[in-house]
């Protein structure tokens, strides 16, 4: 790929390990003088050998000195270029962890010309070299966060360039027709056609179908990479922030006799089952004149539409009657979500309550059919293992192997959405023999959008942007 930035200029350093004290820690240099700045301040062992000389990809043993003074025995590894991270010359020295030995390590390799890395700019280095593509390298911070195995494997197979091999090969398939097309334009007077139009459409449409198949896998994806989101719902005093501190296995939310304690929302993860889950407990719902806790209930509304999964948590003891009518304001929310009905404080119950969670049990089942219930004990931990067994099941999410391209970046996917509305404008205008340079100006609207994720179309701004969340050192 070619480079789409200007190199940015000097060798630069940084602590590649996180900050703190450990058994090793990594420094990181890169640019065209790395082994000859490195050589200024490393021995080597052997007084014969020096990492201007030393092959790639091979450890040195020796020492950093200041002067004649040693600051640590280290170990020093140079990648050449263009066979390295950054396309760049580049050297790792692995010290010892002390923060001491770190920050003197630094201080002297800025004395002898480096500069300190600005955050991500090993990274965008790389990018600039042409050694990765703009996805690749989003694709190397989210395996650095990476909290589950399968957000794992799609920051693997990004990185890799699956994703950006198969934006590729969309991109070849429309250059080749946009360029019939426009060459059409030059022989306008003589009514020809380069491009067959019948073949057209049917690329079109299996191009659509792909970049339509590419966006909407972004809420499979999304749900990977940040947890899917689980709204517990419910009237004020039911449970829900120990229900919340019961699944995270953590006091995260205050919890009080009081009505009304939670007036924000308060989030958390958990992996279950390899899934991670992201709970979201929110304000209670009643009616109230307080004007913050009011603010605190309509947030709740906005959490439960955007989650995937809701828990509406019943107060076991509450009257019925108050239950079905809380019941007209939620479960319409709920149309498109998996619910899981949640009656608490089932250690609470006499005969008279149950008699009555059994009839309110069967009108709300009545209601909405076929959605799981149960019966708990937050404040006991009683029932927790079945509710997270009924989230694993509700959450389904497919299993991300080695050849899944599946969007996890919301840039990424506003992208592919622009992307596709520009080509099914590109179908419509073949439907409806729109002019050929009308439809020409579709096809390259869509390359544009579906470049822009991999970086052939940016702009220093949003690579400034993309690259400024990275931490540095990477």
């Not at 304690?261 to 307080?290: H, K, N, S």
Request: proline residues 3%; glycine residues 6%.
């Amino acid at each position: 790929m070619a480079t789409i930035i200007p190199q940015i200029g000097g060798t630069i350093c940084a602590i590649a390990t996180p900050a703190g004290s450990g058994g090793i820690a990594v420094i990181r240099i890169s640019g065209n003088n790395a082994m000859q700045l490195c050589d200024t301040i490393f021995k080597a062992a052997n007084p014969h050998k020096c990492l201007v000389n030393q092959p790639a990809n091979t450890a040195l043993y020796g020492h950093i000195y200041r002067g004649e003074e040693v600051i640590d025995e280290v170990i020093s590894t140079p990648f050449r270029a263009p066979h390295s991270f950054t396309g760049e010359d580049t050297v790792e020295i692995a010290c010892h962890g002390s923060q001491y030995i770190q920050q003197q390590i630094i201080s002297l390799l800025l004395s002898a010309g480096c500069r300190m890395a600005e955050p991500g700019e090993f990274t965008r280095r790389a990018f600039a070299s042409g050694r990765i593509d703009l996805s690749q390298a989003e694709a190397v911070a989210d395996l650095i966060a990476a909290t589950s195995a399968s957000a794992h494997r799609l920051a693997m197979n990004q990185m890799r360039g699956q994703f950006s091999r198969r934006l590729a090969d969309l991109r070849l398939q429309l250059l080749e027709f946009v360029s019939l097309i426009e060459l059409e334009l030059d022989f306008s007077e003589e009514d020809v056609q380069f491009a067959d139009r019948t073949r057209l459409t049917t690329l079109i449409q299996e191009i659509s179908n792909e970049i339509g198949r590419l966006a909407h896998s972004f809420a499979v994806g999304n749900a990977i990479k940040n947890g899917v989101p689980v709204a517990i719902v419910g009237e004020t005093n039911a449970g829900k922030s120990t229900l919340l501190n019961r699944l995270v296995h953590d006091e995260r939310a205050l919890v009080s006799d009081i009505h009304g304690t939670t007036r924000d929302v308060i989030e958390d993860t958990i992996t279950l089952g390899g899934t991670l889950f992201r709970f979201i407990d929110t304000a209670g719902i009643r009616e109230t004149d307080d004007t913050i806790e009011s603010m605190g209930i309509e947030r709740t509304f906005g959490k439960l539409q955007q989650s995937e999964i809701a828990v509406w948590l019943i107060d076991s003891t509450t009257p019925s009657d108050e239950i079905l009518e809380l019941a007209q304001r939620i479960l319409p929310l709920c149309e498109e979500k998996k619910l899981i009905i949640v009656f608490n404080k089932a250690d609470l119950l006499c005969d008279e309550n149950l008699l009555q969670l059994n009839n309110l049990e069967a009108t709300l089942l009545q209601c909405r059919p076929d959605t799981p219930t149960l019966r708990i004990s937050a404040r006991n931990n009683d029932g927790i293992d079945l509710l997270e067994k009924q989230l694993i099941a509700a959450a389904q999410l497919p299993t991300a192997d080695n050849n899944d391209v599946i969007v996890t970046n919301a840039r990424h996917h506003q992208a592919l959405m622009l992307a596709l509305d520009a080509i099914n404008r590109v179908a419509d205008g073949l439907t409806n023999d729109i002019p050929t340079d009308f439809v020409a100006q579709d096809i390259r609207e869509c390359m544009h959008h579906l470049g822009e994720i991999t970086g052939q179309i940016s702009t220093d701004e949003i690579l400034g942007s993309i690259f400024s969340r990275f931490c540095i050192g990477k």
